[in-house]
């Protein structure tokens, strides 16, 4: 009854109700994504940001991050757009660690002018990686020939289907390293004189939450409801940003024709090798 006679009184009557929006950024960090593996992106995740900040009475935006990293590229692209608009709109960013957030999902984080974790939660991981299969001796046992042609000596470097050659880990090597070195200067310029100085902070290992603060990786031990409870007063509401449905509640299109049987066996195919490869991702951390 209480909250249908609010609603009955004009909204300039009503008192101030103080709104914090969330955006949860969750998953394995890629380009593109399927109906198999939902992908954490620039484009999934963007503008559900561009709402949340575009709150103008909300002192802050709260992120919740629970990721075990991914690609470097749009890790620092979601990074690049949360710090945009957290300057374009003077928006506080509250960053809050759930499970995870190490390597690209620990390069989000940073975003954030404060992170908190739990004590439990898992961070850090600053550092790159590449990973894949050789089948050098697979074509040959099955009695197929492959043929490839190219124009440029480096064109088929790291074919997984060739054995594996010095220079081209060599030249991988540089690639990662330079990476690495943006990665590092992120973090640095972020966090400042928080960070502790010691070299095994950007070695790609990763620390509990506890472990994390005091190395100064993140800025204090907590949750999201206690923390924005605590800070902006227990009638602060906390409002999830989340992306807009259709007609008939769903948030994209599924598929329903029986025309679509081969398709829907080569993607349930395709879904099993991502759902594979995204839990390796996971299993890194033990989650």
Do not use: C
Not at 196 to 211: H, I, M, P, Q
């Amino acid at each position: 009854m209480a909250g249908l006679l609010k609603r009955l009184i004009p909204k300039k009557f009503r008192k101030a109700e103080l709104v914090i929006p969330v955006v949860q950024l969750h998953g394995a960090i890629m380009s593109g994504g399927s109906r198999f593996r939902p992908a954490l992106n620039l484009a999934s995740v963007g503008p559900l940001l561009e709402k949340a900040f575009k709150l103008k009475d909300s002192p802050a935006v709260a992120l919740t991050i629970n990721s075990p990293g991914g690609s470097p590229v749009q890790s620092r692209m979601i990074y690049q757009r949360i710090r945009t608009l957290a300057e374009e709109h003077n928006k506080t960013v509250l960053v809050f660690v759930e499970d995870v957030a190490a390597s690209g999902g620990y390069m989000i984080a940073i975003a954030g002018d404060e992170i908190i974790a739990d004590p439990t939660s898992i961070v850090g991981s600053i550092g790159v990686v590449s990973g894949g299969f050789g089948f050098p001796e697979l074509l040959k046992k099955i009695g197929v020939e492959r043929r490839v042609y190219t124009a440029g000596e480096n064109k088929v470097m790291l074919d997984p289907f060739q054995p594996e050659k010095a220079s081209d880990i060599e030249y991988l090597k540089t690639l990662q390293l330079d990476i690495h070195d943006v990665f590092i200067s992120m973090v640095k310029e972020r966090r400042g004189i928080r960070l502790v100085d010691d070299a095994e902070v950007f070695s790609g290992l990763f620390w509990t939450g506890r472990k994390s603060f005091e190395l100064g990786l993140i800025d204090g031990l907590g949750g999201l409801r206690e923390t924005i409870k605590a800070r902006y007063g227990k009638s602060a509401k906390l409002e999830l940003i989340s992306a807009q449905r259709g007609l008939f509640g769903k948030a994209r299109p599924g598929i329903s024709s029986f025309a679509n049987a081969d398709h829907l066996a080569a993607a349930a195919a395709s879904g099993l090798a991502e759902t594979m490869e995204d839990r390796a991702l996971w299993a890194r951390f033990g989650l």
